[in-house]
């Protein structure tokens, strides 16, 4: 065999075992993929883009489904609401401008109106830091249960079922057995039968001077009126009353007024007081008759005289500003 063809012979020698081993150990062309990492790229592609979307999760298309649900119900809860508000205010407005036995007729006519009227209003009182019929709750509570309690306005009648006392509820209208439906001017009472009675919020009619003389007429001699009032009602600043005038008024039908400092009650009682200067008689009566702590509502106290005085007086009540209130 000549040189050549042995070099021949060693050079095909090699090229089989160089094919041999690469058919044993094939290597992956850089170009082509192979298909079982394609298969897993693709459902990892897939499982990220579903959920990015929420399309493949079914709470994620749940929670989506709901929250596009819950949209038009919120919608319709917002809408009642702002209708409800909007009633509440006209209602609201028309106690204040309307005499109590216009009060009653209307709401003899359609009595919803008053569940309407009292739904609005229990919203309202959400919003206060403050109850004042609690403040009067506690004043009864600090006192001898014995007392027979008159509460005119009774709302939904808080008062008698926080107390041990003996209480004849007053409305418009009673959606509870134990409160009378009347026009608060005119009630069954007897004269003289009752130790206390209560305005909470409830002086709202043209012709509220009538309520507060039938509570004179249902009071016994040293019986007490509590009055609860919102503060802008007697602000003359602002469209008010003047407190002054209001208490002179009420004094003037057969009251004394019951002040913090028992000191100044002989002051204030003396004719000369309403003769001073008005700012000074102002200050003196926002100090000592006001609780300045509270800054929506004032509570005034009275006590009915003994004995009337022998000279009819004619009073003069104040007008009291409506209280309006103002859309949310």
Known sequence: MTATAMKDESTSSKNRKRNKKRQRN????????PIESKLKSQKDTKINKNNKHGGSSSSSSSSSASKKRAKPSNFLDMLRERLSGGQFRMLNEKLYTCSGQEALDYFKEDPEMFDMYHTGYQQQMS???ELPVNSIIDWLLSRSSSLVVADFGCGDARIAKSVKNKVFSFDLVSKNPSVIACDMSNTSLESSSVDVAVFCLSLMGTNYSSYIKEAHRVLRPSGMLLIAEVKSRFDPNNGGADPIDFVKAVCDLGFTSVLKVKSFV???????FFFLVSPMRKILILFFLQDVSNKMFILLHFKKKEQLDSNQKTIKWPELKACLYKRR
């Open 26 to 33: 094939p290597k992956p062309s850089s170009k082509e993929e």
């Open 127 to 129: 919003n206060w830091p």
């Open 266 to 272: 002989s002051i204030y009682s003396s004719p000369s």
